[in-house]
């Protein structure tokens, strides 16, 4: 499960909606979520540690395109591309020696990781109108990990044997990430810009509506005295 804290924007006409989003993933709950992939049998031991060295502290953009209010008043439903950037984490020499086989040795025990993460976005929900500006909703989801770039900072320590180490990572880390499914829940605190003007569009809309005939669909005419 992936846990983020940071601002949406949303744009929405008519049944569509877009949204953008950049958030942080704290640390806590990528271990968390490390923890719970390794228990559903995505991840082993190691890779359940290199992602919470890697990832806790990354930040996730994510742009997405659905439509709402389609199946029935408040649901939503929309799909996006996300983009997890680490650029902050390290990963001991242990572990490392463990995924790659080596035997890394050096002044430091830890080594600094950059890993990029593209992935594919399914969001399911639901909002509730809190007044003519307040919305609140909440959405179900999953993320899939498509595809990723990680490389380890050895310029300084083993430049020689870089550009092949890197490789050999690169290639684990990529395994790792395409064999996850990632559940999502997000519970999100919406404010309109133009809530007012929305606000009255849907009133105008429900008395148009109600001045109907039920019968014909036509306008009611005005009732009076028979000659």
Known sequence: MIVSVGP??????????G?????????????????IGQSMGFYGANSTQIIKDILGGAFY??????????FFDGFTIDVGYALMLATGGTAGKTL???????SLVGESNSIRVTSYVHNLTVH????????????????LGLIKPLTGYSQMDLKNQFPAAAANLNRQFDSFMDSVFR?????????????????ENIHNMR?????????????TGAPHEPLGDSL
């Open 203 to 215: 009133i105008e809309e429900t008395e148009s509506k109600e001045s109907l005939s039920p019968d």
């Open 61 to 70: 953009f994510e742009a997405a395109l659905g439509v709402q209010d389609v």
């Open 96 to 102: 490392l020696n463990a995924i790659l086989g080596t």
């Open 179 to 195: 064999s996850a499914f990632i559940p999502t829940a997000s519970v999100t605190i919406v404010w309109r810009i133009d809530g």
């Open 124 to 139: 399911a929900g639901y909002r509730w109108h809190l007044g003519s500006r307040w919305e609140l909703s909440a959405h």
């Open 19 to 35: 949204r953008v989003r950049a958030a942080w993933m704290p640390p806590p709950y990528v271990n968390v979520s490390a923890n």
């Open 8 to 17: 949406e924007y949303q744009l929405q006409s008519g049944i569509f909606k």
